[in-house]
């Protein structure tokens, strides 16, 4: 039989292999990294503000990262099951200090607050298109990127295919050189704006706001209106206080590999002609086709191929090395080609602007923001892509520079 004291020694033997256990397992394996695991400091906490159509498509844009979902936020009453993780107020996804990274699925009349105070809080944002409502919320999403040091990408990726082609990579070329002036390049892009699928409804009547809706908050930054159910989900795209129509809604895409191509990242267009039918002041609706000339002659077209008549002014005529003289044509060989694209991951982890940065994705938007602009006021318009501002014409410089309603503000 064991003596007490040999009990105490076997005891305190115990207790001390149960303590040198516990310090070695107190370093789970997760926490080591290694093939399969990621160490906490590489893992990313995500949120997704807006969880409508677009939402779960937006969010899984960020997978290169590999973000874990921490938090959804909607308008919409989502699961309250857990509400650690849904809210209605984005306000309260970017008070958490665990979110790294926001995508935005919202309607855009809320893109430009929410994508500034996401950077603002130190979060790097990926936003679906098109990137604003207005000119100026652009210009402010830029400058928000650079004074918080954060990553933005725009929701689309069509400069990423451009970037590719080696006779988009010279025109490119040939185009930052400056050599080229007068430019008689023109870009015609004919269809694909979903102009009427995305019209508003006139004189709509009014009908009760669901009981999971804050319709206040879903207004936001626009002017309060009475509830429709067209003016919610897809089809807010149909009205001016959300969106811009058809235009808005595809333009991003479509004219984000124009601006790559033809090196229009840092400018914009001084004159806008459009032709088509008066605009409502509401709902967006019919156009034909709209010409939009750079200040180095470089003319870009957007025919909606909706409308009855079409675009015949000019015909379509791509840059070319010929049209440069021989030493200028040596000088444009001898450029380097351009830098790789980031895409939003690779931008996040070496802090380096992404391919759809705020200033290109604004650049980009201004094209069909200013063709919307001319739509809406039914006359050419000039353009100081320096000042950003219309010239001359201040009717077309209140949609350059909207008002919002109290408390929100840019």
């Not at 997978?63 to 984005?90: E, M």
């Not at 790097?124 to 409502?133: H, I, Q, S, Y």
Request: hydrophobic share 35%.
């Amino acid at each position: 039989m064991a003596t007490r004291k040999q009990r105490m020694t076997r005891r305190r033997f115990l207790k001390g292999s149960i303590a040198a256990a516990a310090t070695v397992m107190i370093v789970p394996r997760h926490v080591l990294g290694g093939p399969g695991q990621t160490p906490p400091s590489e893992t990313v906490g995500g949120a997704l503000i807006g969880c409508g159509g677009r939402g779960e498509g937006t969010f899984g844009e960020m997978r290169d990262l590999n973000p874990k979902r921490l938090a959804s936020c909607d308008v919409r009453w989502l699961d309250r099951a857990d509400q650690k993780t849904t809210y209605t107020d984005f306000r309260r996804v970017l008070d958490r200090k665990d979110i790294d990274v926001v995508a935005i699925a919202t309607p855009p009349h809320w893109h430009a607050l929410i994508s500034i105070a996401a950077m603002e809080a130190g979060k790097d944002v990926l936003c679906e298109k098109p990137m604003t409502r207005f000119i100026a919320e652009g210009r402010a999403v830029a400058e928000a990127e650079r004074r918080y040091g954060r990553i933005f990408q725009v929701g689309t990726f069509g400069r990423f295919g451009a970037s590719h082609g080696k006779e988009n990579v010279l025109t490119r070329k040939i185009m930052k050189s400056g050599l080229l002036v007068p430019c008689e390049g023109v870009a015609i892009l004919r269809g694909g704006f979903k102009v009427k699928e995305w019209s508003g409804l006139v004189n709509a009547k009014p009908e009760p706001v669901p009981r999971n809706l804050d319709w206040d908050m879903y207004q936001g930054p626009s002017p309060m209106r009475p509830y429709h159910p067209h003016r919610f989900g897809g089809t807010h795209r149909g009205y001016w206080d959300y969106e811009g129509g058809g235009l808005a809604d595809m333009g991003q895409h479509h004219l984000d590999p124009v601006t790559w191509i033809y090196g229009k990242d840092d400018t914009a267009p001084v004159e806008v002609e459009p032709h088509g039918p008066p605009a409502h002041p509401d709902a967006c609706g019919m156009w034909g086709w709209v010409e939009l000339k750079y200040s180095d002659g470089f003319t870009l077209v957007l025919d909606s191929g909706e409308w009855g008549e079409r675009y015949n002014r000019k015909q379509e005529r791509r840059v070319r090395l010929e049209d440069l003289g021989q030493e200028d044509r040596k000088k444009v060989l001898a450029m380097p080609d351009p830098e790789p694209l980031l895409s939003f991951a690779q931008a996040v982890r070496a802090r380096k602007p992404a391919g759809g940065n705020a200033e290109a994705a604004h650049r980009t938007a201004t094209i069909f923001h200013l063709a919307n602009v001319a739509i809406r006021v039914g006359r050419k318009i000039r353009f100081d892509p320096v000042k950003e501002e219309v010239v001359g014409d201040e009717e077309a410089n209140r949609l350059v520079s909207q008002p919002m309603r109290a408390p929100w503000h840019l």
